[in-house]
């Protein structure tokens, strides 16, 4: 079967910039945006012009530097909105008017007070409008997987008449579930027979279900996918980017699709949006968490040493992780130890190894995780019985360097006593090592 090529509309800095903690100034933004423009993203929704004069800036500093990708705004179905988001779009090389209106009777009744008739001839006209001015328009239903089927197909219906390219379906509030998603989108699909109009989909994770509702559309012919890295956005957040191009690359035998994205940026990517909304990833995070790649268990790591296919299904590499880590702690076996023990210059008989081994399960159930400084310390407690491998200790004290341990050298190693305190270091020192 023949691959589909899937638009990537990446809207962290329009829905994701939302998120409580996330907002950011026009430099940040102009900064991510490049970033976002590495990734390989299709579209970047670079904000809501007329929300704010820094959104405005910035959509506007956007459009004029970013070549590559279509740069959309959104706007309310009015035209002080469409007009405020033409004038903040106009340079760009290729501008993008995204017009929404919620359609279900729960937003026009209480929301917007406003009749199904009302919304319809609203929705037709702010379309019409935004046309005028541009020629890429993308028109949202807002809460389209709460309004009912038969009203949201003419909303559909009439804006494409007026000019809409794209019909993107958000679940807004998060509701809908994967099976019925894709039977929303397959209903929208046979009503929508204009074949240059791209279906959309752009999910909330109030249930944990962005990721699976946008793929599972994918099978009922939705072609776009709106997202946001780290899964960022109002709420729960939206679909996040990274799973959805990972599960994309990964599973590609049942997903007949690709993208343009440039996985190995998806890391990067992650870590500059941190960096600069200092909003950390929660660290089991799919692709992205500093767990993500990490080993503790002795078993894994084990497995992960004999040959990595044991317990990864794609490489760090693949996703701009520098390295795996296996995590030297209460849960870690004699092979890990050993491993590291070698990498640290001392290379132990199995009765040796044994003997560490006791120790440092002792140390671990106090500390968590061992660390270079320390393992270095419960070796030099059973010196007598260790034969060192002069060569590889230039080797070590750089390994431990690199991996951040507060003694890079021998010399600098507390002699007495082991720290048998629970103090723990941080975050970046409970990486050990990479393998
Ligand atoms: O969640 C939503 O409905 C939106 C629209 C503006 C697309 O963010
Ligand atoms: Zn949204």
Known sequence: MESARITIFDTTLRDGEQSPGCSMNVQEKLRLAHQIDRLGVDVIEAGFPIASEGDFAAVQAIAATIRRPSIAGLA??????????????????KPRIHVFLATSDIHLRYKLKISRQECLQQAR???????????????????????????LCQVLEAVVEAGATTLNIPD??????????????TMIRRRISNERVMISTHCHNDLGLAVANSLAALGAGARQIECAINGIGERAGNASLEEIAMALRVRADRYPYYTGIVTEQ????????SDITKVPVQPNKAITGRNAFAHEAGIHQDGMLKNPLTYEIMTPQSVGVPDSKLVLGKHSGRHALGLRCEQLGHQFDRRELDEIYRKFVVLADKIKHVQDHHLLELIEHTQS???????????????????????SSFSELPSTPLPLSSEHHGEQEDYLWGV
């Open 76 to 93: 309310r179905a009015c035209r002080p909105d469409i007009e405020r988001a033409w004038q903040a779009l106009k340079g760009a090389e």
């Open 266 to 273: 998806l890391f990067p990517a992650s870590q500059m949006l």
């Open 385 to 407: 019985r260790s034969r060192r491998v002069p060569p590889a200790h230039a080797e070590a004290r750089a390994t431990a360097a690199a991996v951040g341990s507060r003694s």
């Open 172 to 185: 807004t509030v998060g509701y809908t579930i994967p099976t019925e998603f894709a039977a929303l989108i």
């Open 125 to 151: 006209d702010a379309v019409k409008f935004a046309k005028s001015l541009c020629a890429d328009v993308e028109f949202s239903p807002e809460d389209a997987t709460r309004t009912e089927p038969e009203f």
